[in-house]
């Protein structure tokens, strides 16, 4: 497995749409596993393949279980490709989000509390997941991703201006 390079703002390939993926084949496969070993170096709990600089409808997510006594966390990523979600909630809820595309920089964002998504799993198979909580939360954020949204769009527009002149200044340091 490989690590990518993480695409950070103010890149304008974060705001492109991401393309469907005709077929799961070997080659989704291998960018699904390098986007893995990539969230988990990071650290994250979800990274859509734009985030990466692949136009695709891939995400990879674990948003991590714990187990035992100890509350050992127990590795349990979740693949999905050309998720879309069907229902979602009237309910929300608000966790505070973060983005490995938007690094040092968290808000809190309200979102439906519960959501149904239809998704391909790693070997191609459509699937159904019902989420809550957290992984509902990273669901809405890694689909926002492939439809060029940021989790700052459901931020104010001071807050969301801030951040972006931020990085731009940050970038021409840089350069």
Do not use: W
């Amino acid at each position: 497995m490989a690590l990518l390079p993480i695409v950070t703002l103010p890149d304008q390939r974060l705001r492109d749409p991401s393309a469907a993926v005709g077929h799961v084949d070997s080659s989704i496969r291998t960018l699904m596993d390098d986007m893995l070993a990539t969230m988990y170096d990071a650290p994250g709990i979800g990274l859509a393949a734009i985030q990466v600089g692949i136009a695709k409808r891939v995400v990879v997510m674990d948003v991590g279980k714990k187990r035992g006594e100890e509350e050992e966390e127990v590795k349990d990523p979740v693949f999905l490709v050309n998720p879309e979600i069907i229902r979602a909630s009237e309910e929300t809820s608000v966790y505070e989000e973060g983005c490995l595309s938007i690094p040092d920089f968290y808000a809190e964002v309200e979102r439906p509390a519960r959501v149904l998504v239809r998704y391909l799993d790693r070997m191609g198979v459509r699937r159904e997941l019902e989420a809550d909580g957290l992984l509902a939360t990273c669901i809405q954020h890694e689909i926002d991703h492939l439809n060029g949204v940021l989790f700052i769009d459901h931020i104010s527009r001071l807050k969301r201006e801030r951040v972006i002149k931020r990085f731009i200044k940050e970038r021409r340091r840089e350069a």
